[in-house]
């Protein structure tokens, strides 16, 4: 979210105005070193006591891989 958007989205949400916008910075798909990463790392991942910070955030976006 840029600075710009940010402060349009506070605008309207103090105005009660709700809106529908998409952030210019929105990630759509994730890159390609991350799926690597979480693909030679999954055993790992998978024994690890706690999830990293990065994956237990983004569950939703992550949610088709299966140690999430």
Known sequence: ???QEM???NKYT???KEIDWK???EVE???SNLL???SDNVNR???AQSLPYFIRDNKNILSDINFV
Do not use: R
């Open 14 to 16: 103090l105005q009660g």
């Open 7 to 9: 402060l349009l989205l």
């Open 36 to 38: 690597q990463w979480i």
């Open 29 to 31: 798909t994730l890159p």
């Open 1 to 3: 979210m840029t600075h």
């Open 23 to 25: 952030s210019k910075n």
């Open 45 to 47: 991942i998978s024994k």
